[in-house]
């Protein structure tokens, strides 16, 4: 039973190391709560409070004071300096040269004005290496000149400018931490310490009893426009460091610690699943913690919160994981994992590259997205919209859920100028996806077992290569009708080389057909006609339909053999066929699923997948079998008395066969390595064949590996693959 502390009073309190897996914490006061290393799987933080203890705020405070009171006495200190050294005094006089004195007051001045301008445009950082040359440049000249006087007085006004500096630096750091502590008498008081100590400061500088009344008055002038120099700079550098501004990660990341010291503490805590939901989260602290799909809906005072090296840190991600708006924005390439977006508005924004494995995205918006080579693996996309989304190469697998998506229509591609065509699912631009449309088409398959043999084989250009035709037929399905107009359409749009090489379905209830087309044929078009044709004819009388039967026998025996398909498929519960096309064969499977390839990540419809197997019937087989030695036939026989590269090859595809210990998949998925082989034999010089064929090399190692020792066809591999591996100069 999970715990419940809702709308508890925590404070202080320790739940260190604890298992607190589902504890409710809804509304609790947790400032000072120690949460580290502690089990808070599926913990609800949403309106909870984090934060300090009073105790806490009042030290931070007083450490604010002192360091505002410092940023006030120092620039005073260092301008009256300054000013001793610009104006005539009891010290000056004394030397020959006091016009050098002058001339070095000047010089820092000019230094002190160029550092402010170089700590605007490049950062403190930045700011310190400007002054250390041009300190370096001005002393090198000085000395030069032979005027020692002029250098202990540059030096003693550089070592000033150095103060106003670290002056500067301290007095960002007081107003930032002040201004985090959310107490308007802490800005008070940090405004109060800063003035009222640059009195003191700049009287200790100039030392009036030296001054005449005049020059008294010129040094307080100096000292009191370095002091305003010094605070105003203090408060911009605070003011932007708070809004983030990355040349201010120091004072922001001092901020953060020391306005944090006694916060919430979430180190090394495994929050997988909570929920933080309009929770405050100033000064918690979630480095090393464990943060997969936490919900941070508008949390509040998130930026105030130790997010070193989570993804957090990412400004534009906070922002999205707070909002969960990312309408139009660009995300393309980021490292996404584990994120939480559910009923997040995500359209028409990028994910280009972007990896979302294990993220959850339910009920999101992702219509017009572009999920273009998007990593989903194990994400949950449960009840969201991709209506119109991109899903060119997308990944994902059988774990990514996909249960009650929303989509009207879908994009395989996105478009280029070269291919306008995005290749919209359903191709009829007219039409819609019916419910469950959607995840029969995506459901991982490969459009033709003939096509995934090349191992090596970018799948990614094969897709702008080969495009699918999908039609889909619900209720019920005239296999005569189907059969005569897809013939009728391949003889009226030759230039489709319109070839079915997909049947799915589930009976009678609904059937998909799909049929590879050529890459400029407008889909849409060929979609529309296809089921007006298809509708013409089913209305045919049954006379009719004979005689239109009879009529095309004779010119095409394909149209018997679909239609023979598809009423043999229609008596069974659930369906999946695929085609040779080099054979026009058909290959029949009780149950779905989808064809495992070893090593490639994609197929033609740009879906990648991974699964269950698909069953391969003996026929199959035996076809693959004629096929791979008719291969092997074409290749030249050795003229030596050692075996050349046909005969071995022959030895392998006949022990691959008589192996009763290898499943029939993988006899089949063995005999098309060979033949990848017997190709790469045929064209030594091809640079593709021969990475097919390095490829088919370690698929039948793997294969080998899986069966006993004892088996003959272990033997065989063992004996034969390095022979034909140094024969096709693959080692």
């Known amino acids: 039973m999970p715990q419940s502390f809702s709308h508890q009073k925590l404070q202080g309190r320790s739940f260190r190391g604890q298992d607190l897996i589902g504890a409710d914490f809804s509304g609790a006061d947790i400032r000072g709560v120690d949460f580290s290393h502690a089990v808070l799987i599926n913990a609800n933080f949403s309106h909870a409070r984090a934060g300090q203890q009073y105790r806490w705020i009042i030290s931070i405070a007083a450490i604010s004071v002192i360091l505002a009171a410092l940023a006030g006495l120092l620039p005073a200190f260092a301008g009256g300096l300054i000013g001793l050294l610009l104006v005539p005094s009891s010290v000056t006089e004394t030397y020959n040269r006091a016009d050098f004195f002058w001339i070095s007051s000047i010089i820092s001045l000019i230094v002190l004005i160029a550092g402010g301008w170089v ?49 500067i630096a ?61 605070l105003s700079f203090s408060i911009y550098i605070s003011l932007a460091a708070t809004a983030g501004d990355r040349k201010y990660r120091s004072i922001q990341a001092l901020t953060i610690s020391l306005s944090s010291l006694g916060g919430t503490q979430f180190r090394n805590a495994n929050l997988t699943n909570a929920d933080f939901t309009k929770a405050t989260l100033k000064t918690a602290d979630f480095r090393k913690a464990t943060l997969k799909r936490v919900c941070w809906y508008q949390a509040q005072k998130l930026n105030q919160a130790h997010l070193e090296a989570t993804y957090l840190e990412n400004s534009d991600l906070r922002l999205l994981a707070v909002t969960k708006e990312g309408r139009d924005r660009i ?112 459901a991982p398959i490969i459009t033709t077992l003939d096509l995934y043999r090349v191992q090596n084989l970018d799948l990614r250009e094969m897709a702008g290569t080969f495009k699918t035709l999908d039609l889909f037929h619900h209720k019920e399905i005239d296999p005569a009708a ?125 879906v990648i997948a991974a699964g269950e197997s698909q069953s391969i019937t003996g026929a199959a087989i035996g076809a693959i079998s004629g096929s791979v030695t008719n291969t092997i036939e074409q290749l030249s026989t050795s003229d030596s008395d050692s075996l050349g590269i046909k005969e071995l090859l022959t030895q392998l595809q006949a022990a691959i066969e008589a192996e009763t210990e290898l499943a029939d998949e993988d006899k089949l998925e063995a005999l098309e390595q060979v033949k990848t082989l017997a190709e790469a034999g045929q064209k030594p010089e091809d640079s593709v064949l021969q990475k097919a064929a390095k490829t088919a090399i370690k698929i039948l190692k793997g294969t080998a590996s899986s069966l006993p020792d004892a088996a003959k066809l272990a033997e065989a591999c063992a004996n034969l693959l390095p022979a034909i591996s140094k024969l096709l100069l693959l080692v």
């Not at 040094?219 to 010094?230: G, Q, R, V, Y």
């Not at 469950?436 to 088409?441: E, L, S, T, V």
């Not at 998909?512 to 004819?537: H, M, P, T, W």
């Not at 010119?555 to 519960?573: C, F, G, M, T, V």
């Open 331 to 442: 995300y393309d390439h980021l490292d996404l994992r584990d994120f939480n977006l559910d009923n997040a508005d995500l359209q028409d924004a990028s994910f280009i590259g972007a990896d979302l494995s294990e993220a959850t995205l339910q009920s999101a918006d992702l219509s017009g997205a572009k999920l273009v080579q998007t990593q989903l693996y194990k994400a949950n996309l449960t009840g969201a919209c991709l209506t119109g989304a991109y899903i060119q190469n997308w990944g994902i697998s059988v774990d990514t859920q996909l249960e009650a998506v929303q989509c009207k229509y879908i994009y395989m591609k996105l478009p280029t100028k070269d291919d306008p065509d995005p290749c919209r699912k359903p191709d009829n631009r007219n039409e819609s996806f019916k419910e469950g449309d959607f995840a029969d088409f995506i």
């Open 170 to 230: 301290g007095g960002a750091l007081a107003i930032s931490v002040a201004r985090s502590l959310d107490r308007r008498w802490t800005l008070y008081s940090v405004a109060i310490a800063a003035i009222t100590m640059s009195v003191p400061g700049a009287l200790e500088a100039i030392q009036p009893r030296m001054l005449s009344p005049s020059s008294g008055w010129i040094a307080l002038c100096i000292a009191a426009i370095t002091t305003i120099f010094a």
């Open 482 to 606: 189907a059969a005569v107009t897809i013939q009728q359409l391949s003889e009226e749009y030759p230039e489709a080389a319109l070839k079915v090489v997909v049947l799915e379905g589930r009976g009678n209830q609904k059937v998909r057909l799909q049929a590879v087309v050529a890459g400029d044929v407008n889909r849409s078009e060929l979609s529309a006609k296809y089921f007006a044709r298809y509708k013409e004819i089913s209305s045919l009388s049954d006379e009719n339909l004979q005689i239109l039967l009879a009529g095309v026998a004779e010119k095409d025996e394909r149209i018997h053999s679909l239609e023979r398909l598809l009423e043999n498929a229609l008596q069974q519960p659930k369906f999946y066929v695929e085609t040779y096309q080099h054979q026009e064969e058909f290959v029949m499977s009780q149950s779905k699923g989808n064809v495992h390839i070893e090593g490639v990540q994609g197929n033609v419809s740009g």
């Open 119 to 167: 700590t605007v445009r490049r950062g403190l950082g930045s700011s310190l290496g400007v002054l250390a040359i041009i300190v370096t440049v001005a002393t090198a000249v000085v000395a030069w000149a032979g005027e020692g006087e002029a250098i202990a007085a540059l030096i003693m006004q550089f070592v000033a400018i150095g103060i106003v500096i670290a002056s």
